[in-house]
Each structure stands twice: as structure tokens, then as C-alpha cells.
């Protein structure tokens, strides 16, 4: 991942302006440490903070066309570059960089481009011949993207919300899916794919199908030129972006450069679930494996700076990005810069436990459509900022443009869980990859039970992160919440803690407008809240938070007093393990 900046239209074009913009362009150095890039252009900026994983040699960015009249600062990966450049033999490239191609395309196919492009990316181009200029983000927002406006009338882009909120009156997240084009005056949808309109698809499940796209999808993302590993949580999601990428890895360029042995990478707290699993998987697939581990209090003591790069104060969010965090900066330590991550699958496949509730087949597929449409402000920003923060770029292989299409196009009706039928959550891809012949991954790890990065790092974790805001935050600060916070007022002493901590970093009203709110079960929506009224009870995001549904859900407070009830826990969970080998 890179950082990026670009103002235009500023009524200061002093050399004072030009150091400002190279100061905040160093707010989003921790990005892309490997090189700094700025090119003015009268009022224009564009700047670049380099993490460089394609052509390291001569990838660094601004990119231009052949006389330099069209410049474009880019974050992301662009997969089908090679295929690109075959359309564009007419031009000339100065770099091997993926990311050129935009200012070719551009030169190519005026701003009507966008949706040739694959992969993951937000960028800004300036076209310096009419003034002109564009910006864009990927369809599912994948690297992120804010968009704010100065009082001078100024229109300014960057990677990460501390690098305008300073100087920017009105900022907000830019949209995915969208294009802003000056020239126009304002933004337009480019993105619009057939399960977009959530209308209910009726295409039969074929699961080679969806095996063959899903590997494709790993594939394609094993394009680099620097060392790289996968993160493994030993969940179904992580397992299988390992399992495909260690099959294909001897065949990828990435092989002659580094080996042909994987490198996984897991953190929890010692003896948690997600370890363990991790460790299974490692040694079934062969990877070369490393296993982190933190403390509870190490995790706290790492809240501020990690709401600092995460610039949120989502209650899940933060839960889940803070061991990344702390795994991110280890896995730099070890010179990769580059990892593959399973993000995306609950929302595509009816994943979190709350879908077990899912009354018909068009609720959990409009609930799995609107999942994906907000990924830009959870999961895939936890994901993303969580690894730049150290300089990791993280690759999302579920969010393949073709392999959602495939997904989503498949009749919901096999998305539902249904016990009857031996189908768990996820059931139509774990069902994909049951290969008796040339098994994937062990049979109780395609079926494990979903497990939240939060909770599967170690459900001590968030019970210590409760208790940390108990002492922090007292009842009369809870009490007057509302007229403190009257935007998304924190219902809970640790959404209170972390409110109070990102308003020091980032106290303007459209800071705190970036951030969605609402109520919320195992991660569902607020609509999906109303699927079982037990829920509203307990509103809490931790998948522990589905009673009745997850194994190791939260007790009522006679289960903690009554030995034999807590060794009922035990007993579900010994019997799920063995449901998993007669399944199928």
C-alpha cells in the first residue's frame, strides 16, 4: 500500500504551500517508506509516499505518459496490467510498474477507463493540458480513499483522513465504486455490478465453478516482486487462501525469487483458539509458519496509536485491528511486505453467525449485498491501515471483481444455513473445496465453526478490553453521553473509551461523520438485529454475542457459577467437532 495526496485549485501556489503539502504527505509516510514523490503543476499537487512491491527499481511514483503531460499518483495493484499494455502497444511505458497503465488508458480512453481496470485501487490524475483532473477508488473500496474541500475552494485527495483534515472545512470517505471528475463537477457511479441492484439471483451452485474463480482470484494475487506470506488464523477464509496459494506457488514468478515454501503468519494470546487451528493448517500444508503472540495489556497499550492509523472508533473494528496491528509490525521485522488475507467471505457467503437467523433466502441476500457495500468502512479499512500502519500491503483475494460475480450470482437459498441438511454457515464454499482426492485442508478445519478475528485471537482479549473501560469510563460519564457525543453517542463504557481517544486525534464534526453507527449483533446490520428479538438484548459485535448459535457464546451468569452447565459448554463443543466428520 502507498500514500496518497493531491490538492487542486489552491489559491496559494507559494513555495510555503509547496512544504505544507510535503508535510502532510509525510503524515502517510508509515504507507510507503520506500520513497517520496511530489510533482506541481501551477495550483496542482500531486504526492506520493512509495511501498514498493512491483518493480522496486523504477516503480516510483508520480507515473506520467510519454511527454508528461498527464501525471497520476496511485495506491493499490492493478492485476491485469500485462493484459492492459497489450492493448496500448502504440504508447511508450518508462516503468514496469503495474500502475502506469492508468495514464495510458487515460490518454487511450479519455475517463471512461475505470472499469477495465482489475484489482485494488484508488488514484488521482491530473490532466495538465486543459487542468483537468480525476480521482477514483476501487469498486469495493478496498484501499482507502477521503475527499475534502478548503475554504479557498481548494478540492483535495488523500490515502488517510490525517493527511486533510487539517486543513480541509468538509471532508468525508470517497465513495467506492466512484469517480470524481472535474470536468463534470462532482462524482458518478462506475462500479456497477449485476448483484449491486440486490435483486435476488437464481443461477445453480456449481461448485467447481466457484472453486476454479476463487483460485484464479489467489493466483493473480501472487504478483510480486518482494517477499510476501499469507495471514493465517487457521478459520476456513485464511486456510484456504494458503491452501490455493501454496498449490500455485512454485508456478508464480514470486517462487524464483523467494522459494517455493509459503510463509503464514498467526498472533493470538497464548492457548487461543486461532493458534492452534494455525498451527494444524501450517503443518498440513507445509508452510513455513510464524506465531505471534501478545498480552491483553500489550494490546491496550497499543489502543491509542492504533486508532491513530485505523481512524475509527467502531467497537469491532478496533477489537480486531489492534492484534494486526501488533502482527503487522512483526511480520515487517521479518522483511515481508506483502500478505494475503481472507476478508470478504462472511459478507459474500451469509458467514457470521447471525445468518443462522436469516428468515429467507432474500433477507440474507440483501443482507449479504449491503455487508459488501459497507466492507469500505470496516473490514477492509481494518485490513488495509491495520498493515500500512507498519508498511504491509494486505491483498483480498475473496473480493476478486470475477470471483464476487460468480458468488453472488448463485441462488441464496444455498447460503442458508440449514441443520437439516448438514449445511453449516458457508456450507457451498466449504463444499467447493472438499476434495476427498486432493483434500485442501483437514475436514475439521473446513468446517470450523466461524470464529471472529476478535474473539479467535483469545475471548480473554475483549473481556479485558471491557474491563480496561470499566475503570476508565464511570457511570455519569456513560449517563451523559448523549449530550457529549450527540452524533453516534456510545451506548457501552468501551465505545465511550474509544470515542474519547479518536476525538483527541481527530476532533472536527466531519471526522466523526466518517464513522457508521447503529446497532449491531456478531457484526450484523442494525436491520439484521431484528431477526431474533433476543438480540436486542444484547447488542454486543462479538460472535459470541449469537446465543445460542456460536459454541463458546456468551453465559448466562448461572452458567459461570454451575460447573456442570460450564461443561456442557465443553460437550457442544467436542460434538460439533465430531458433526464436522459426518457432515459430509
Not at 480521482?135 to 474541500?149: H, N, S
Not at 493470538?268 to 501478545?294: I, M, N, Q, W
Not at 448461572?558 to 464436522?580: F, H
Request: proline residues 5%; contains cysteine.
Amino acid at each position: 500500500m502507498c500514500g496518497i495526496l493531491a490538492v487542486f485549485g489552491c489559491t496559494d501556489n507559494s513555495q510555503a504551500k509547496r512544504s505544507r503539502i510535503i508535510e502532510l504527505s509525510r503524515r502517510l509516510r508509515h504507507r510507503g517508506p520506500d520513497w517520496s514523490g511530489l510533482h506541481c503543476h501551477e495550483d496542482c499537487y500531486l504526492a506520493h509516499q512509495r511501498l514498493a512491491i512491483v518493480d522496486p527499481a523504477s516503480g516510483d511514483q508520480p507515473l506520467y505518459n510519454e511527454d508528461k503531460t498527464v501525471i497520476v499518483t496511485v495506491n493499490g495493484e492493478i492485476y491485469n496490467h500485462k493484459q492492459l499494455r497489450e492493448k496500448l502497444k502504440s504508447h511508450q511505458f518508462r516503468t514496469e510498474s503495474d500502475c502506469e497503465v492508468i495514464a495510458h488508458l487515460y490518454e487511450e480512453y479519455g475517463e471512461d477507463f475505470v472499469d477495465m481496470l482489475d484489482g485494488m485501487f484508488s488514484f488521482v490524475l491530473l490532466d495538465t493540458r486543459d487542468k483537468s483532473f480525476i480521482a477514483a477508488r476501487d469498486g469495493i473500496g478496498i484501499t482507502p480513499l477521503y475527499v475534502g474541500w478548503g475554504l479557498d475552494g481548494s478540492v483535495w485527495f488523500a490515502s488517510e483522513m490525517k493527511a486533510l483534515s487539517d486543513d480541509c472545512e468538509r471532508f468525508t470517505s470517497f465513495l467506492p465504486g466512484h469517480i470524481y471528475s472535474s470536468k463534470q463537477g462532482g462524482f458518478r457511479r462506475w462500479y456497477s455490478p449485476p448483484w449491486y441492484s440486490e435483486k435476488i439471483p437464481s443461477t445453480p451452485y456449481d461448485p467447481m465453478l466457484l472453486r476454479e474463480a476463487f483460485e484464479k482470484a489467489v493466483v493473480k494475487r501472487l504478483m510480486t516482486d518482494v517477499p510476501f506470506g499469507v495471514l493465517l488464523s487457521g478459520g476456513l477464509d485464511s486456510s484456504l487462501v494458503a491452501a490455493v496459494a501454496g498449490r500455485h506457488l512454485a508456478e508464480a514468478g514470486a517462487a524464483f525469487q523467494w522459494g517455493s515454501q509459503l510463509h503464514t503468519f498467526c498472533i493470538g494470546l497464548k492457548g487461543s483458539p486461532d493458534l492452534k487451528a494455525a498451527r494444524e493448517v501450517a503443518d498440513y500444508l507445509g508452510t513455513r509458519h510464524h506465531e505471534f503472540y501478545f498480552t491483553v495489556q500489550e494490546g491496550i497499550d497499543a489502543l491509542e496509536e492504533v486508532i491513530y492509523h485505523i481512524e475509527t472508533y467502531d467497537v469491532t473494528t478496533i477489537r480486531a485491528s489492534t492484534p494486526m496491528f501488533l502482527m503487522s509490525r512483526k511480520i515487517k521485522s521479518l522483511g515481508v511486505k506483502m500478505v494475503l488475507s481472507g476478508e470478504g467471505s462472511d459478507e459474500i457467503f451469509g458467514g457470521y453467525l447471525y445468518f443462522h437467523k436469516a428468515p429467507n433466502k432474500e433477507e440474507l441476500h440483501r443482507e449479504t449485498c449491503q455487508k459488501i457495500k459497507a466492507l469500505h468502512l470496516y473490514d477492509c479499512l481494518r485490513a488495509n491501515k491495520s498493515t500500512s500502519a507498519w508498511g504491509v500491503e494486505a491483498r483480498v483475494p475473496f473480493l476478486d471483481k470475477e470471483f464476487l460475480n460468480v458468488a453472488m450470482s448463485i441462488d441464496p437459498e444455498w447460503k442458508m444455513v440449514r441443520p437439516d441438511l448438514g449445511r453449516i454457515e458457508k456450507w457451498i464454499l466449504r463444499n467447493a473445496f472438499d476434495d476427498e482426492e486432493n483434500p485442501y485442508l483437514p475436514k475439521n478445519i473446513l468446517y470450523r465453526q466461524k470464529e471472529q478475528f476478535s474473539d479467535g485471537v483469545g475471548y480473554s482479549w475483549i473481556d479485558g478490553l471491557k474491563d480496561h473501560a470499566n475503570k476508565q469510563v464511570t457511570d455519569a460519564m456513560l449517563m451523559n453521553a448523549s449530550f457529549v457525543y450527540p452524533e453516534n453517542t456510545p451506548t457501552t463504557k468501551e465505545a465511550y473509551c474509544y470515542r474519547t481517544i479518536f476525538e483527541k486525534f481527530y476532533p472536527k464534526n466531519a471526522a466523526r461523520s466518517t464513522v457508521p453507527g447503529g446497532p449491531s449483533v456478531a457484526c450484523s446490520t442494525a436491520k439484521a438485529v431484528e431477526w431474533d428479538a433476543a438480540w436486542s438484548k444484547n447488542p454486543d459485535p462479538s460472535g459470541r454475542a449469537a446465543l445460542g448459535i456460536h459454541e463458546a457464546a456468551y453465559e448466562e451468569e448461572v452458567d459461570a457459577k454451575d460447573p456442570n452447565l460450564m461443561n456442557g459448554s465443553k460437550q457442544k463443543l467436542q460434538a460439533l467437532a465430531d458433526k464436522a466428520t459426518t457432515i459430509v
